[in-house]
Structures are given as C-alpha cells and as structure tokens.
C-alpha cells in the first residue's frame, strides 16, 4: 500500500516567521511530488511542485526533495495569516495519468 | 490555463434518491479523470479512476453498483450517486490530468452532496 505521511498538526507559527511542513512517503518509485493548499469547503489548489533532488524556489515558498530520504517538505518564509490553511503533501509516479496519492494534511495556522 | 468546471457545487437530496454530479474539461481534453471523496477534517481519498471510453477502475471498498462512473467523452465524467445514504453526505471533488498545468493535474471546484 502506497502512502503519504503528514504530520495533523495544527501547526501554529507567528506571522512573520517560517512555517515548516514536512511528508515522507513509502514508494520509492516515485517521481512527482506537489503540495496543495486547501482552505476549509474548497478544493486543493496546487502551490508547488518538484522533481528532483535538492531546493525548488518560488516566491515566499520553497520546497525541498530528498529521495533517498523519501522525503519532501515545505517551507513558508514571511508567513502570512492568510496561509492558514490546510497543506496537502502528494505524490504520484512517472506517467501523466498515474493516480496521485494523498497524505492527510497538515493545518497551519498563522497567528496574527 | 486549465479549468475543470464541476457541478453542482452544492447539492441537498433525500435518501434513497440519486445525485449526478459533472465535471467538464475546459480548452482541453481530460483522457482521465480522478473522483475524489473528501470527509470533513479529512484527506482526499481516491474513490476511482476514469478514462475515456472505457469502464472506469475503482479503488478497493468503493461500490462500484452505489457510484456509477461515466467518462463518455474526453471534456465530461459524470459521478452518480445511487440510492444515496446520509453517510454519502461528503465533498466530491474531481480531478483531471492535463500537460499544460503545473504538475499535470487540475481540479474541480467540488460538490457538497447532503443526503436528508
């Protein structure tokens, strides 16, 4: 069984700071590693994506692949109160139409 | 880019009825389409996994009979929830896969099904 693991949280961090998430997973095959944001009643919003090993920067995100680690995570600089959210940690294999599989979320809230 | 329009957003039914909800590829076509089922506080769960043309491929515990799958054209799948329960009551999200946008997947908006 293919799984994603997240720490529930919440996870609270003071605006302005860094708020870290992290995910592992237990399928060393795969390729494709994403993190969703999702506020309460809305579906996922992609915010970030990564291939391969080491950084990925954008903007006030950056995300952090390790495969030998089997491990991704997600860091927010400067957090705002409007990343409170759900983060969904996601990961799926090397084909276009391969299922993704989900971990549970970690909430992060931002304390104002 | 990508857009996957789902309707309805919201949908209220009395048990024992059945629910169609659609999900539509905009500007591009979906040869797949992931059906996703979301309880509160919880992850998204993969309910099946339909393609164009074919008998859609559903994830074990997931009643095939109860959640009728139709992907007949490459911009629509259609999810129908039959005999609905109020422990149907759930988010229904759908998602597609698409080249173009970033990570390959797009998602629907979702569903708030409410079984009365």
């Known amino acids: 069984q293919k799984e994603v693991e997240q720490n529930s949280g919440p996870l609270s961090v003071p605006e302005g700071a860094i708020a870290s998430l992290n995910c592992t997973y237990s399928?060393?095959?795969?390729?494709?590693f994403f993190w969703y944001r999702q506020y309460s009643g809305k579906s996922p919003e992609l915010i970030m994506s990564i291939y391969s090993n080491g950084d990925k920067e954008d903007g006030r995100f950056t995300a952090q692949l390790n495969k030998a680690s089997q491990y991704v995570s997600l860091l927010i600089r400067d957090s705002q109160p409007s990343d409170s959210a759900t983060y969904l940690c996601a990961v799926t294999g090397m084909n276009r139409d391969d299922k993704i599989i989900f971990g549970k979320g970690t909430r992060l809230h931002i304390l104002p | 880019g990508a857009v996957v329009s789902q309707h309805p957003s919201r949908v209220i039914c009395k048990s024992g009825t059945s629910v169609k909800i659609e999900c539509r590829s905009l500007d591009f076509q979906a040869t797949t389409m992931f059906w996703y089922r979301q309880f509160p506080k919880q992850s998204l769960m993969l309910m099946a996994t339909s393609n164009e043309g074919s008998k859609a491929t559903y994830e074990q515990g997931v009643e095939k009979d109860k959640f009728l799958i139709n992907h007949a054209s490459l911009t629509l799948s259609t999810l129908t929830v039959t005999s609905a329960h109020p422990e149907d009551s759930s988010f229904y999200i759908c998602s597609a896969s698409h080249r173009a946008t970033l990570g390959g997947y797009t998602f629907g908006s979702g569903t708030r099904l409410t079984v009365v």
């Open positions: 399928d060393r095959v795969s390729q494709s």
